[in-house]
């Protein structure tokens, strides 16, 4: 059935050898079906003609038949444009070419009848079209219209000719005899209740619609049966997963009841409460526990997973906790130290950076069980890292880690699997989480521990600059301290320290009273450390730094961040160093430096922030304006391998998508009815590694 889709593009009649080439390395189209699915990403309507006094700018693309009266040259050298006088039975328009004038002057002729494609615009109050595509008229492009598929392509394939008409024309081709190898993947049941077309007819719809009403049809079809699978997917190996490993039962609260009597600091949140009530249903289930838990920087997440953690000792297990940087783990390791030496707990560190010494140590005390909970970094995944019995696993910034590296510590027991508890403060917008993390359960920490005042955020331009210095001296003359951050980018690492060098001296001498810190990626780590230590420590009044203070320290005296060339970071970066401040009871400022002139896109990024400390909000910005591969990552871990859909666009057919497969799954978990037939035989013919089942494999 499949083999068709196997064979390579090279032996598609149009194709060959050398372009097949081409399209293997610039879009990874190695076979009929990677063809089939380069799916267009929009349609030209060639359905209508319009008469030019019909035309605006407001119009997209549009189609008009007429003739030229004139040409012209204006202006001279560089500067030098073609004019062409296009006109109708209703007016006329200016048609403009910047480039080629000698080839269209030879190839263009007066009174001659055409058709033009184009988009128009105004310009000096009057209308133009720039460089539209020109056909002569005749009886076939005038004949009812049509829809014209329009494909990417890359700059390298188009000097090679491979450009949206050769796609145009290869797709006719192969599509002749693709479709009597285009077999239904979707149960009858399904394709009635949601009124889907067929996929046969969705596959060609999808390139070359008869009408928009066809394509509207044809993407909902593709996109729903996309989105179920995938969900399907995770879904799948959720069940799997609560079957085949079964938890460990952690139900004696003693402990945790402790805790909570003598040592408690704060009334937790009620969405603290909510979370803890959904974990601690989960570890008495007797099935392995895999829950995310979202919630913005300061909302209280560790203290979650400590008393999680408080659970899982109570019952006789260990704990392990999992940072993605030393930094992370350091901060964590301090701030759980306190609270295990209330309740008399042994705890550990692991990081890249312990001397062996250290690690003969905490690898006999793992093993003994002296030691009940071991913060560190990836080192924790190392083979040779085993406990006596390890209950508990808690995941810091989910995101930085894979399936795979969850996996591992499932191996770290023999006899049952640790339930693992993930935390992330990237909020990440539900349509997101429901396809990154549909494996998971979700939980969500929604509000701020009491006394918490919310950040008040400024904008400030370049020519504000004595107005920002006035308001961080203002703090600092009340007694707090001051951030004020530089950015990172890599290519330009020398650029950037000389504007953060720059930047220290300026202030220097603007606040000649005070100590400043300084931090930088180029420091030693020891140094790094010292320097922020001093500011820990209130020694130093401002740090200036990079952004390696994005994630770590917490200085709950710091009442101001002040972020430099603030348009050079991305929404979820400034959303991050906004929650450096915040920590205490006192209100905090984060003021957004940029320059005069800004993109329409940073301006969108700088205005979420002064609107919004809702994290979830910004991540649904961050989420329109980047796309989801880039948000996550996912787009080199192939995470996200989706075709048509579009997560900003289609979180209703994904909710659908999603309950379709969840009721699929609870009637019939092993897909063993008739009905379900086509949908098993479809999954069947994927690899394991597959990730979107969605595909004409």
């Not at 990677?34 to 359905?47: A, G, T, V």
């Not at 019952?315 to 306190?338: D, N, R, W």
């Not at 396809?435 to 955020?457: A, C």
């Amino acid at each position: 059935m499949h083999s068709f889709f196997d064979k390579s593009i090279e032996y598609l009649k149009g194709v060959g050898p050398q372009r097949a080439e081409s399209l293997n390395k610039e879009l990874s189209i190695f076979t009929f079906g990677d063809l089939l699915q380069h799916y267009p990403f929009r349609h030209e309507d060639r359905s209508k003609f319009y008469k030019i006094a019909e035309l605006n700018a407001e119009l997209p693309y549009i189609q008009i038949i007429g003739e030229f009266k004139s040409f012209a040259t204006i202006g001279g050298g560089r500067k030098s444009r073609l004019v062409g006088r296009f006109t109708d039975d209703t007016g006329t328009i200016e048609i403009v070419w910047f480039k080629g004038a000698q080839w269209i002057k030879k190839s263009l002729s007066v009174g001659v009848r055409y058709v033009l494609f184009g988009k128009a615009t105004a310009y000096g109050g009057k209308l133009n079209i720039a460089h539209p595509e020109v056909e002569v008229q005749t009886e076939k492009n005038t004949k009812g219209g049509y829809l014209q598929p329009i494909y990417h392509t890359t700059e390298k394939l188009k000097k090679k000719g491979i450009d949206s008409k050769f796609f145009s024309k290869v797709m006719k081709v192969l599509l002749v005899e693709a479709v009597n190898h285009i077999h239904e993947t979707l149960p009858e049941n399904l394709i009635q209740q949601f009124k889907l077309i067929d996929k046969k007819t969705a596959v060609v719809a999808n390139h070359f619609p008869r009408n928009a009403n066809q394509l509207s049809h044809a993407q909902n079809r593709l996109k729903f049966e996309e989105l179920f699978f995938v969900q399907l997917r995770l879904i799948k190996l959720k069940i799997a997963r609560t079957e085949k490993y079964k938890g460990v039962l952690l139900n004696k609260s003693d402990l945790l009841n402790k805790y909570y009597e003598e040592h408690l600091p704060f009334e937790l949140t009620g969405a603290q409460k909510k979370v803890i009530k959904e974990i601690y249903a989960d570890i008495r289930s007797g099935q392995q526990m895999n829950r995310l838990v979202q919630g913005d920087v300061g909302s209280g997440k560790t203290m979650v997973a400590f008393l999680s953690m408080l659970l899982a000792i109570g019952s006789g297990y260990q704990c392990a906790f999992m940072a993605p940087t030393e930094i992370l783990a350091e901060q964590h390791f301090k701030g759980l130290q306190v609270q295990a030496k209330q309740m008399g707990l042994h705890i550990a560190r692991l990081t890249g950076s312990t001397p062996a010494s250290e690690r003969k140590l905490i690898h006999e005390g793992l093993m003994s069980g002296v030691i009940t909970i071991l913060v560190g970094t990836h080192a924790l995944l190392e083979d040779k890292v085993k406990f006596q019995n390890l209950g508990l696993a808690v995941i810091d910034e989910q995101h930085r880690f894979g399936v795979a590296q969850r996996a591992k510590l499932w191996t770290k027991t023999k006899e049952v699997y640790p339930h693992v508890l993930v935390m992330t403060a990237t909020p990440i917008p539900r349509t997101l989480a429901m396809t990154l993390y549909g494996d998971l359960d979700v939980s969500i920490i929604d509000e701020l521990p009491p006394g918490r005042k919310s950040i008040k955020t400024k904008h400030f331009r370049e020519s504000k600059r004595l107005e920002m210095f006035g308001v961080v001296e203002k703090e600092i003359q009340e007694g707090r301290q001051a951030y004020i951050v530089y950015p990172l980018i890599e290519e330009s690492a020398t650029l950037d320290y000389k504007d953060l060098m720059d930047g220290f001296e300026s202030i220097k001498r603007r606040f000649p009273k005070y100590q400043i810190s300084v931090v930088h990626g180029r420091m030693k780590a020891e140094d790094k450390e010292w320097e922020m230590q001093r500011f820990v420590k209130g020694e130093t009044k401002i740090m200036v730094a990079t952004t390696v203070i994005e994630v770590g320290v917490n200085v709950p005296n710091a009442s101001i961040m002040v972020i430099e060339n603030a348009e050079r970071f991305g929404l979820s970066q400034l959303h991050q160093l906004r929650g450096r401040v915040g920590r205490g009871a006192d209100q905090s400022y984060c003021v957004l430096m940029t320059g005069v002139k800004l993109s329409t896109e940073a301006k969108t990024r700088i205005q979420t922030m002064v609107d919004t400390t809702d994290g979830f909000k910004i991540a649904e910005v961050d989420l329109k304006l980047r796309g989801p591969g880039d948000l996550m990552g996912t787009r080199q871990s192939g995470a996200l391998d989706l075709l048509v859909s579009d997560l900003v666009k289609d979180g209703e057919i994904l909710k659908t998508a999603r309950i379709a497969a969840q009721d699929l799954l609870k009637e019939d978990p092993h897909l063993e009815n008739d009905e379900h037939k086509v949908i098993k035989q479809h999954i069947d013919s994927f690899s394991k590694n597959a990730v979107n089942w969605g595909r004409i494999s």
